[in-house]
């Protein structure tokens, strides 16, 4: 509305100088043009009169009234000449051609000298008269007239009168449209400056609005420093909390559709000994995801995997969980044997793993795993579509099980808005470039609305793969994509734990409970020194690194020998994998040649424990070990690290971190190390069993305060904020293209 005020305060006095200009020019032009015209009528008669005397005056003999008339008559034959007479000194008419009109008398013309003319308005016209002295022999006193039409004239003049209106008509309108094409493309420009406006784009380098549109710019950006100010306060005020998130959910997405896609599902249901049985699966995902789930009663959809998964369902596929305390869905998904081993085990386990993880495992690229990935990829995509209650959901994607799916669903669902959260490391575009699909990795991948890691060092290498295979505009200060005419914001979000509360936490067996429990499994007395591992039995997580790094520290510290073990649980996991079945096998030999070169008596500096273990007693584990080892060779955050802090409110215990986990970024007061780095590691494991004990409380305390922090629900609402004000733009910037298209 605004620009069509401005177009009109425009163009409307243009219309108006248009008109005044039209009414003086227009008369101008007509006395101009019939001047024109009556000068050349004057021409013409003269020339008439001089080629009848020439004619007249070469005539042989007397000059007859008879013979001048047939040279009259001769001379009249041109059509635009009405007629020709000769009148003598007295007014009367001896000659006139045929069509000389009636009514045109000597006495009316006038005794001119020389050639004079006049207009002489008669019944049936005006018409311009020429007279002449006609000079020759026994007539040398009397006068030529030559009458000329001039209706002819007058319908020249109002031709040209037509054109010259039309000009002013057409040429108004071209400036007319000229600046309505201007002022929509400024308007153009306002709305895209807005827009970038909006969603933060512009404010490291804002965009220059027009100056009638400065005032809305300027409210525009105060409303969203605002905003940001308001939120930054509320997110670093008080602790994050299930509750807190739950609240979030409620006033900053109003209850909107929240849905969760993960390949691995957050609750199994499987037969064990004719029961039905149900259990949780041994990831960090599931771990991260599910107190999010639990506070908004959303959807969450997975591969059902259990071999009793389908007898638990209702018919749309549904079971609400957790089933002690239903609070949200599960929409299982089925994939047949030949699907999970080529979208599962095949693309994106011994495709996309070892390309993400920097562990020295080749990835393995076949067609048909890629075929299934895609296919499964859609299939997940449909029930997405098909659990939409709306037509804008939040929808959560997990992981690198689904780099295609956000943009097969920014196609079905335009205005969702999708978070993709990639859980593991992303690699330098060198290393990604490898895999033969890079392109229609990164193009699926940036059909994200908003694209998480763990640490801005992989949202970097993602910016730089993009920057590298794909034709888009990256703006690095702002971690932005546009992609398509999409943006995408790259954004890192650490992942992290659910913090127990006092209550919770009082609930745990006692410390020395925990101690002698995990002592008496392991076999060993109560004074024993216990360091663990617990992880998935994967070659990223640098078991064998650890386990040559126990070799090391037991020949270097020799008082260790009967004293200490290293217990190190692990989950079987992807065991269908050559890979992983070989990684296995040697970790156990190794962890057997070392118990082999040091045991004695009984003892053995390594038990290996391939099994899965609940979460209790993992945290069991966690209380009861003097420390806890975490090399992984590469990790995109690593939730163990977290959850040993967190299990240890007596303040003792340490921690010894391997430095490429995306965990040691924040947890900079654990014993940092290079797992590699043989001797190193095994120094921190030995400075880790005989740490003081204000040393162990120093450093855990200050552990305990970041994690307890930058809680799993900080994670979730850092990235449901931002969410929350991408949608509330995206409003906004609707609003401001609808009424432009209004106008
Ligand atoms: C680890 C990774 C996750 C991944 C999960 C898959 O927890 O950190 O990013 O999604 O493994 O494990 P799975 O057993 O489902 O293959």
Same mark, same amino acid.
């Given at each position: 509305?605004k620009s069509?005020?401005?177009?009109?305060r425009f163009?409307? @006095?243009?219309?108006?100088?248009?008109?005044?200009?039209?009414?003086i020019?227009?008369?101008?032009?007509?006395?101009?043009?019939?001047r024109?015209?009556?000068?050349?009528l004057?021409?013409r008669?003269?020339?008439?009169?001089?080629?009848?005397?020439?004619?007249?005056?070469?005539?042989?003999g007397?000059?007859?009234?008879?013979?001048?008339q047939?040279?009259?008559?001769?001379?009249?034959?041109?059509?635009r000449?009405?007629g020709?007479?000769?009148?003598?000194?007295?007014?009367?008419?001896?000659l006139?051609?045929?069509?000389?009109?009636?009514?045109?008398?000597?006495?009316?013309?006038?005794?001119?000298?020389?050639?004079?003319?006049?207009v002489? /308005?008669?019944?049936?016209?005006?018409?311009?008269?020429?007279?002449?002295?006609?000079?020759?022999?026994?007539?040398s006193?009397?006068?030529?007239?030559?009458?000329?039409?001039?209706s002819y004239?007058?319908?020249?003049?109002?031709?040209?009168?037509?054109?010259?209106?039309?000009? *002013?008509?057409?040429?108004g309108?071209?400036?007319?449209?000229?600046?309505?094409?201007?002022?929509?493309?400024?308007w153009?420009?306002?709305?895209?400056g807005?827009?970038?406006?909006?969603?933060?784009?512009?404010?490291?380098?804002?965009?220059?609005?027009?100056?009638?549109?400065?005032?809305?710019?300027?409210?525009?950006?105060?409303?969203?420093?605002?905003?940001?100010?308001?939120?930054?306060? #509320?997110?670093?005020?008080?602790?994050w909390?299930?509750?807190?998130?739950?609240?979030?959910?409620?006033?900053?997405?109003?209850?909107?559709q929240v849905?969760?896609?993960?390949?691995?599902?957050?609750?199994?249901?499987?037969?064990?000994?004719?029961?039905?049985?149900?259990?949780?699966?041994?990831?960090?995902?599931?771990t991260?995801?599910e107190p999010?789930?639990?506070?908004?009663?959303?959807?969450?959809i997975a591969?059902?995997?259990g071999?009793?998964?389908?007898e638990?369902?209702?018919?749309?596929?549904?079971?609400?969980? /957790?089933?002690d305390?239903?609070s949200?869905?599960?929409? #299982?998904?089925?994939l047949?044997e030949?699907?999970?081993?080529?979208y599962?085990?095949?693309?994106?386990?011994?495709?996309?793993w @070892?390309?993400?993880?920097?562990?020295?495992?080749? /990835?393995?690229?076949?067609?048909s795993?890629?075929?299934?990935?895609?296919k499964?990829?859609?299939?997940?995509?449909?029930?997405?579509?098909?659990?939409a209650r709306?037509?804008? @959901?939040?929808?959560?994607?997990q !992981?690198?099980?689904?780099?295609?799916?956000?943009a097969?669903?920014?196609?079905?669902?335009?205005?969702a808005?999708?978070?993709?959260?990639?859980?593991?490391?992303? @690699?330098?575009?060198e290393?990604?470039?490898?895999?033969?699909?890079?392109?229609?990795?990164?193009?699926?991948?940036?059909?994200?609305?908003?694209?998480?890691?763990h640490?801005?060092?992989?949202?970097?290498?993602?910016?730089?793969?993009?920057?590298?295979?794909?034709?888009?505009?990256?703006r690095?200060?702002?971690?932005?994509?546009?992609?398509?005419?999409?943006?995408?914001?790259?954004?890192?979000?650490?992942?992290?734990?659910?913090?127990?509360?006092?209550e919770?936490?009082?609930?745990?067996p006692?410390?020395?409970?925990?101690?002698?429990?995990?002592?008496? #499994?392991?076999?060993?007395p109560?004074d024993?020194?216990?360091?663990?591992?617990?992880?998935?039995?994967?070659?990223?997580?640098?078991?064998?690194?650890?386990?040559?790094a126990?070799?090391?520290?037991?020949?270097?510290y020799?008082?260790?020998?009967?004293?200490?073990?290293?217990?190190? *649980?692990?989950?079987?996991t992807?065991?269908?994998l050559?890979?992983?079945?070989l990684?296995?096998?040697?970790?156990v030999?190794?962890?057997?040649?070392?118990?082999?070169r040091?045991?004695?008596?009984?003892?053995?500096?390594?038990?290996?424990?391939?099994?899965?273990?609940?979460?209790e007693?993992v945290?069991?584990?966690?209380?009861?070990?003097?420390?806890?080892?975490?090399?992984?060779?590469?990790?995109?955050?690593?939730?163990?690290?977290?959850? *040993?802090?967190?299990?240890?409110? !007596?303040?003792?215990?340490a921690?010894?971190l391997?430095?490429?986990t995306?965990a040691a970024?924040?947890?900079?007061?654990?014993?940092?190390?290079?797992?590699?780095?043989?001797?190193?590691?095994?120094?921190?494991?030995?400075?880790?069993?005989?740490?003081?004990?204000?040393?162990?409380?120093?450093?855990?305390?200050?552990?305990?305060?970041?994690?307890?922090? !930058?809680?799993?629900?900080?994670?979730?609402?850092?990235?449901?904020?931002?969410?929350?004000?991408?949608?509330?733009?995206?409003?906004?910037?609707?609003?401001?293209?609808?009424?432009?298209?209004?106008?």
């Open positions: 509305m069509l005020r401005l177009q009109l163009l409307l @006095p243009l219309a108006l100088l248009l008109v005044a200009a039209a009414y020019t227009v008369p101008l032009m007509d006395r101009l043009t019939l024109w015209f009556l000068r050349d004057d021409i008669a003269t020339f008439v009169a001089d080629t009848l005397r020439g004619n007249l005056s070469i005539l042989p007397e000059l007859t009234l008879e013979t001048m047939a040279e009259f008559n001769r001379a009249n034959r041109d059509e000449l009405l020709i007479a000769l009148c003598d000194s007295q007014n009367a008419m001896l006139r051609t045929p069509s000389f009109p009636e009514g045109v008398e000597c006495s009316l013309v006038g005794n001119p000298a020389p050639t004079q003319s006049r002489l /308005p008669l019944r049936q016209g005006e018409i311009h008269v020429a007279v002449a002295p006609f000079n020759i022999g026994a007539f006193d009397d006068r030529l007239v030559v009458l000329h039409d001039l004239v007058h319908r020249r003049t109002a031709d040209s009168r037509d054109y010259l209106i039309m000009f *002013f008509v057409g040429l309108l071209a400036i007319a449209l000229v600046t309505v094409l201007v002022a929509h493309i400024s153009r420009g306002w709305v895209a807005t827009r970038a406006l909006l969603r933060g784009e512009s404010l490291l380098k804002p965009f220059q609005p027009p100056p009638e549109m400065q005032g809305v710019a300027n409210e525009l950006r105060a409303m969203l420093r605002e905003m940001d100010e308001e939120r930054r306060i #509320r997110l670093h005020a008080e602790a909390s299930a509750e807190r998130l739950r609240n979030l959910l409620n006033t900053e997405l109003r209850g909107e849905i969760v896609v993960s390949n691995r599902e957050p609750y199994i249901h499987t037969h064990k000994d004719d029961k039905v049985v149900v259990s949780r699966p041994a990831s960090g995902l599931v991260a995801i999010v789930m639990r506070a908004c009663s959303g959807t969450w591969h059902g995997s071999d009793a998964d389908r638990t369902v209702d018919r749309h596929d549904h079971v609400q969980v /957790p089933p305390d239903p949200y869905t599960l929409r #299982r998904i089925w047949s030949d699907e999970e081993q080529g599962y085990y095949g693309f994106a386990n011994e495709g996309m @070892p390309l993400c993880h920097l562990a020295h495992t080749r /990835p393995v690229f076949r067609l795993d890629w075929e299934f990935y895609r499964v990829n859609q299939r997940f995509a449909d029930a997405v579509v098909a659990e709306t037509e804008d @959901p939040v929808v959560l994607i !992981d690198y099980h689904f780099a295609l799916l956000p097969m669903l920014r196609e079905k669902l335009p205005n808005t999708i978070i993709t959260f990639w859980h593991i490391p992303w @690699p330098n575009p290393s990604f470039g490898v895999c033969p699909w890079h392109q229609e990795i990164l193009r699926g991948m940036l059909g994200s609305s908003i694209l998480g890691f640490t801005r060092f992989h949202c970097r290498n993602f910016l730089e793969s993009v920057d590298r295979f794909m034709e888009a505009r990256i690095l200060e702002e971690s932005t994509i546009t992609f398509d005419g999409e943006l995408t914001q790259v954004k890192n979000y650490p992942i992290s734990i659910h913090w127990p509360d006092a919770e936490a009082a609930s745990w006692a410390i020395d409970t925990c101690r002698s429990a995990l002592r008496k #499994r392991l076999g060993v109560e024993h020194l216990v360091a663990v591992g617990v992880d998935r039995f994967d070659y990223t997580k640098g078991i064998i690194e650890r386990f040559n126990v070799d090391r520290l037991i020949s270097k020799p008082e260790l020998r009967g004293r200490f073990t290293f217990a190190q *649980f692990a989950a079987p992807r065991s269908a050559d890979e992983y079945q990684f296995v096998h040697q970790a030999a190794l962890a057997e040649r070392i118990n082999k040091h045991g004695r008596d009984g003892w053995q500096p390594i038990q290996l424990i391939a099994e899965n273990q609940n979460a007693e945290n069991s584990h966690y209380r009861g070990a003097d420390a806890c080892v975490v090399t992984s060779l590469h990790d995109g955050m690593n939730l163990v690290a977290k959850e *040993f802090v967190a299990a240890r409110d !007596d303040l003792r215990g921690l010894v391997s430095e490429f995306g970024r924040e947890l900079e007061a654990a014993l940092i190390v290079n797992p590699y780095d043989v001797e190193v590691t095994a120094d921190a494991i030995y400075k880790a069993l005989t740490m003081s004990r204000e040393e162990q409380a120093a450093r855990m305390r200050s552990l305990r305060a970041i994690v307890s922090e !930058d809680n799993i629900y900080r994670w979730a609402a850092n990235m449901l904020l931002d969410a929350a004000r991408m949608r509330r733009t995206e409003r906004i910037s609707a609003r401001i293209v609808s009424s432009g298209e209004m106008r």
